[in-house]
Antibody
Framework: EVQLLDSGGGLVQPGGSLRLSCAAS????????MNWVRQVPGEGLEWVSA????????YYADSVKGRFTISRDNSKNTLYLQMNSLRADDTAVYYC??????????????WGQGSLVTVSS | DIQMTQSPSTLSTSIGDRVTITCRAS??????LAWYQQKPGKAPKVLIY???SLESGVPSRFSGSGYATEFTLTISSLQPDDFATYYC?????????FGQGTKLEIK
């Protein structure tokens, strides 16, 4: 069974940093692209970032480009999102999501349970 | 960026109703569209992908159709477990974008 366990969320001051983790199990992590999607409580879904199976390619939403970095450690079956220069509008639940395939343009077929990030002084 | 516009935003419905949700893309995405269901406090769950393919384990009362810029999600006979929020998503190109969501409420 595919499992994605999000962790690392919490309260951080504006301008601060936080690193989210997503521990994967139940599938061959190194052969799938992965994503981060966020959701402001009570609002819609916003894609944040994607990374290829090898980690060689990554993509970002304009809203986080230059501040967030997606990475992965295939030896540890773990996806990361390093978030720097955090702003109040980054407050959201962050989900990791597995792409269906190692090719791009695929559905997100499994999701973590989410990790709440709150940016506030 | 490709904009995804869903309608309606909210739908008051009853058990047994046939429900149709529409999603429009700002440019052609062929059939690279998915529909997700989300319940409060839970992660989204994929229902339909490739515009019309039913995800394994999803009840057959859910169906999808469309191509290019116009897409629909249909629930043939609404069940109590279906009251949730539904999102369309285009995965044709980056940035991946979602519709704003359609919340099904009990009439």
């Amino acid at each position: 069974e595919v499992q994605l366990l999000d962790s690392g969320g919490g309260l951080v001051q504006p301008g601060g940093s936080l690193r989210l983790s997503c521990a994967a199990s139940g599938f061959t992590f190194s052969t799938y692209n992965m994503n981060w999607v966020r959701q402001v409580p009570g609002e819609g879904l916003e894609w944040v970032s994607a990374i290829s199976d090898s980690g060689a390619e990554s993509y970002y939403a304009d809203s986080v480009k230059g501040r967030f970095t997606i990475s992965r450690d295939n030896s540890k079956n773990t996806l990361y999102l390093q978030m720097n220069s955090l702003r109040a509008d980054d407050t959201a639940v962050y989900y990791c999501a597995k792409s269906f395939h190692s090719r791009w343009s695929q559905k997100f077929d499994s999701w973590g349970q989410g990790s709440l990030v709150t940016v506030s002084s | 960026d490709i904009q995804m516009t869903q309608s309606p935003s909210t739908l008051s419905t009853s058990i047994g109703d046939r429900v149709t949700i529409t999603c429009r893309a700002s440019q052609s995405i062929n059939t690279l569209l998915a529909w997700y269901q989300q319940k409060p406090g839970k992660a989204p769950k994929v229902l339909i992908y490739g515009a019309s393919s039913l995800e394994s384990g999803v009840p057959s009362r859910f169906s999808g159709s469309g191509y290019a810029t116009e897409f629909t999600l249909t629930i043939s006979s609404l069940q109590p477990d279906d009251f949730a929020t539904y999102y369309c998503q285009q995965y044709d190109s980056f940035p991946v974008t979602f519709g704003q969501g359609t919340k099904l409420e009990i009439k």
